[in-house]
């Protein structure tokens, strides 16, 4: 009776030690209870648009990570052609890149092709359906892209890609949501950026 007891006792010292410990571990933010970084509203790429409409759609698609940083590569129009420009978007979280958003002024190509280029390019451009928003859209939980007409003469317009490196604890009917603000919101900003004299045909 005294062996079991003393066993008993050794085994409940145990538990909570590791229960202390666990909660030690928990407070303090440290592996694997680390805390949630959160994303700072005034870091947000520029060249994403709306600030307020992006920062909520990044919270929505990102993964937890115990911080968050970005760094925006964005081309300024010249005075001679709206071809010029271009921006891209990098969101890196812990050890490794998250996202990217990248635009291009592309000239004269039609949308099945833009389609077919878009998709060479996007590893993650699997199980896409369309949308409707600019000349062509399609999306998924992991990318979206949009095509927006920019000008006639030159023929030219722009084309955004949404890549998901990482997704993030959303359901895939939210994630998709959350990319397709995130083109949109960046085709936005490039069509105004860029000068463009077609109408944009994004509805919202």
Not at 8 to 22: D, P, R, S, T
Not at 40 to 51: H, I, Q, R, T, Y
Not at 115 to 121: H, I, L, P, Q, Y
Not at 170 to 179: H, M, T, W, Y
Request: aromatic letters at 6%.
């Amino acid at each position: 009776m005294t062996h079991m007891r003393r066993k008993g006792l050794l085994i409940g010292g145990i538990g909570v030690a590791v229960a202390l410990l666990v909660g030690i571990f928990y407070a303090a933010g440290l592996p694997p209870f680390g805390k949630k970084g959160e994303i700072d509203a005034e870091e947000v790429c520029p060249s994403l648009g709306n600030a307020s409409q992006s920062h909520s759609a990044l919270k929505a698609v990102l993964p937890d990570k115990d911080s968050y940083s970005f760094d925006d590569d964005i081309h300024p129009l010249t005075e001679i052609s709206a071809a010029d420009f271009s921006s891209t978007c990098f969101v890196d979280g812990g050890s490794g890149q998250l996202l990217v958003v990248k635009t291009e002024m592309l000239r004269g190509d039609s949308e099945t092709d833009w389609a077919t280029w878009v998709k060479g390019t996007v590893k993650s451009s699997q199980d896409t359906t369309p949308f409707t928003s600019g000349a062509s859209a399609f999306a998924s939980s992991r990318v979206a892209a949009i095509y927006v007409p920019c000008t006639v003469k030159p023929k030219t317009n722009i084309s955004v890609a949404v890549d998901l490196k990482e997704p993030g604890d959303s359901d895939a009917a939210e994630s998709r949501k959350g990319l397709i603000t995130l083109a949109e919101n960046t085709a936005k900003f490039a069509h105004q950026k860029a000068r463009c004299s077609l109408p944009s045909e994004i509805a919202n």
